[in-house]
């Protein structure tokens, strides 16, 4: 069988044959990167981990279907978005208050408490929890496409054209919704990024 | 391979943080086409590192044990696995050839359905005739409905006189 240049692609291959160390093999490379997708577009941790893990069995299940000239990644995030998307829908006909939520009185109060490794001071983690929000509040907010757009551009595994077989739409459209996102994200998120409250969140500066 | 070069490194800006040689790489090559800065360039910057401090989700360090773990729940239902080794199995061929299999088990399964309405037509015949053979007893000797047709096409009326007519043919 001829060798194939993309290694996920090879793993792929084998996981088609029921290769479960294959298999694993895709999840070490790829699960925190689907998670992060799905945790920047839903905004909940546990909800984020479980359906990257739905992501992967799905993959598992439909590794029959997997074509070698489809890139790997530009497949495994379309299961995502897809996941992603009924999970949204899902939630649009059934909404719940989250328990993660702050109860009403204390809106004002940063909506999720992220634990922070680093050794900052205290106020530098209140700023940095609290620019986490916003950012997730303003990513939140942005239309469904859009969203998607930016949160895959932030990978740097994938190109412009497969965002696009991603979202399924043009090149020009990704490139459209990108920027149209930006623009709104610069908007929404103005104050902080004229005040470099940043800075606290991202050491190198 | 080549270090990217002025467009790529502004299109590279708004996708991460370039490292420090990126950018003196970009700010030279911005310091000569002034043109190609773009208006809110440091805007532009700042939110590509605000969208780069995102921190990444917290995945458990047993993802992938649990995942398999999962795995191995759906697989070890019998019916999903014989449901998942049937897909798998169909999977394996041609689209045109599962089409064709479609078909035929389609037309395997109107042939079936005929045959038994067939079945179930002969059965309903056998028993009205048994029915009939079992009314058949009451009824009078064949002999005296040979001239059925010629009685029944008598005309309506009073019956003649039998008596008189006897006597008429002596």
Redesign the interface.
Same mark, same amino acid.
């Given at each position: 069988m001829a060798e194939h240049a993309d290694p996920d692609a090879a793993l792929m291959l084998r996981v088609q044959r029921g290769d /479960?160390r294959a *298999?694993?093999a895709l999840?070490?490379r790829h !699960? &925190?990167a689907v998670?992060?997708f %799905? @945790?920047?577009a839903l905004g909940d !941790?546990a909800e984020? #981990?479980d359906l990257?893990?739905n992501v *992967?069995?799905q993959v598992? $299940?439909s590794a029959? /279907?997997y074509r070698v000239t489809a890139k790997f990644t530009t497949w495994l995030f379309t299961i995502a978005r897809n996941l992603c998307l009924n999970e949204l829908r899902r939630r649009a006909r059934h909404p719940a208050l989250s328990l993660d939520a702050p109860p009403p009185e204390f809106e004002d109060a940063p909506a999720r408490a992220?634990?922070?490794l680093r050794p900052d001071g205290p106020v530098d983690t209140l700023l940095l929890s609290e620019? #986490?929000a916003k950012?997730?509040e303003a990513l939140g907010d942005l239309p469904e496409a859009q969203r998607t757009a930016?949160l895959l @551009? /932030?990978e &740097?595994d994938l190109s412009y054209d497969d965002i696009a077989a991603v979202l399924g739409c043009s090149l020009t459209a990704v490139k459209s919704l990108i920027h149209r996102g /930006?623009e709104t994200? $610069?908007r929404r998120? $103005?104050p @902080?990024?004229r005040t470099?409250e940043?800075s606290a !969140?991202?050491p190198? %500066? | 391979m080549n270090a990217p070069q002025g467009p790529q490194l502004l299109e590279l800006a708004r996708r991460r943080p370039l490292t420090p040689a990126e950018r003196a790489a970009l700010d030279a090559w911005l310091a000569q086409h002034p043109e190609a800065r773009p208006a809110d360039w440091a805007e532009e910057l700042a939110l590509t590192r605000l969208l780069a401090a995102l921190p990444p989700a917290p995945l458990s360090p047993r993802f992938v044990e649990n995942t398999l773990a999962a795995l191995d729940r759906r697989e070890g239902k019998p019916a999903a696995s014989w449901a998942s080794a049937w897909c798998r199995w169909l999977a394996g061929f041609q689209p045109a050839w599962r089409w064709a299999g479609a078909a035929v088990l389609l037309a395997a399964m109107l042939g079936g359905w005929q045959f038994q309405q067939h079945r179930r037509e002969q059965v309903r015949l056998a028993e009205s005739i048994l029915a009939v053979s079992t009314l058949a007893g009451d009824l009078p000797d064949a002999a005296a409905l040979a001239e059925f047709d010629v009685v029944l096409h008598l005309p309506d009326g009073p019956l003649p006189d039998l008596e008189a007519l006897a006597r008429a043919l002596e």
């Amino acid at each position: 069988m001829a060798e194939h240049a993309d290694p996920d692609a090879a793993l792929m291959l084998r996981v088609q044959r029921g290769d /479960r160390r294959a *298999f694993e093999a895709l999840m070490a490379r790829h !699960a &925190q990167a689907v998670a992060n997708f %799905l @945790y920047h577009a839903l905004g909940d !941790a546990a909800e984020a #981990e479980d359906l990257t893990q739905n992501v *992967f069995l799905q993959v598992y $299940k439909s590794a029959a /279907r997997y074509r070698v000239t489809a890139k790997f990644t530009t497949w495994l995030f379309t299961i995502a978005r897809n996941l992603c998307l009924n999970e949204l829908r899902r939630r649009a006909r059934h909404p719940a208050l989250s328990l993660d939520a702050p109860p009403p009185e204390f809106e004002d109060a940063p909506a999720r408490a992220v634990p922070d490794l680093r050794p900052d001071g205290p106020v530098d983690t209140l700023l940095l929890s609290e620019l #986490e929000a916003k950012i997730q509040e303003a990513l939140g907010d942005l239309p469904e496409a859009q969203r998607t757009a930016i949160l895959l @551009y /932030r990978e &740097q595994d994938l190109s412009y054209d497969d965002i696009a077989a991603v979202l399924g739409c043009s090149l020009t459209a990704v490139k459209s919704l990108i920027h149209r996102g /930006r623009e709104t994200l $610069k908007r929404r998120l $103005k104050p @902080y990024l004229r005040t470099g409250e940043w800075s606290a !969140a991202d050491p190198q %500066l | 391979m080549n270090a990217p070069q002025g467009p790529q490194l502004l299109e590279l800006a708004r996708r991460r943080p370039l490292t420090p040689a990126e950018r003196a790489a970009l700010d030279a090559w911005l310091a000569q086409h002034p043109e190609a800065r773009p208006a809110d360039w440091a805007e532009e910057l700042a939110l590509t590192r605000l969208l780069a401090a995102l921190p990444p989700a917290p995945l458990s360090p047993r993802f992938v044990e649990n995942t398999l773990a999962a795995l191995d729940r759906r697989e070890g239902k019998p019916a999903a696995s014989w449901a998942s080794a049937w897909c798998r199995w169909l999977a394996g061929f041609q689209p045109a050839w599962r089409w064709a299999g479609a078909a035929v088990l389609l037309a395997a399964m109107l042939g079936g359905w005929q045959f038994q309405q067939h079945r179930r037509e002969q059965v309903r015949l056998a028993e009205s005739i048994l029915a009939v053979s079992t009314l058949a007893g009451d009824l009078p000797d064949a002999a005296a409905l040979a001239e059925f047709d010629v009685v029944l096409h008598l005309p309506d009326g009073p019956l003649p006189d039998l008596e008189a007519l006897a006597r008429a043919l002596e």
